[in-house]
């Protein structure tokens, strides 16, 4: 199983970011894939998830109405679009398939002016 995360970089409070993560290993088309994020001295959340799919799709209330979680299974690829972010929003987001207890690396998000 391989989780390979990348978009992340600094954008400016207001801007948008569109992180992406190319999975691959498993069938990506049966997996629930997850969304999280973990600030520095913080413990790591959930930001969102999807269902299989795509049917069922759920948010952090702190991401809701700006962040829009998708995916495409004929790319096994499950993006994650960030619009109006936040400096709180600045922390390492990683991509996760519980079936698998399996992680991505993280790609890096810095919201600051």
């Known amino acids: 199983v391989q989780l390979v995360e990348s978009g992340g970089g600094l954008v400016q409070p207001g801007g948008s970011l569109r992180l992406s993560c190319a999975a691959s290993g498993f069938t990506f088309s049966s997996a629930v894939m997850y969304w999280y994020r973990q600030a520095p001295g913080k413990e790591r959340e959930l930001v969102a998830f999807?269902?299989?799919?795509?049917?069922?799709?759920n948010y952090a209330n702190s991401v809701k109405g700006r962040f829009t979680i998708s995916r495409d299974n004929r790319k096994n690829v499950v993006d994650l679009q960030m619009n109006n972010l936040k400096p709180e929003d600045t922390a390492v987001y990683y991509c996760?398939?519980?079936?698998?207890?399996?992680w991505g690396q993280g790609t890096q998000v810095t919201v600051s002016s």
């Open positions: 996760y398939v519980r079936r698998f207890d399996s």
């Open positions: 999807i269902s299989s799919s795509s049917a069922n799709i």
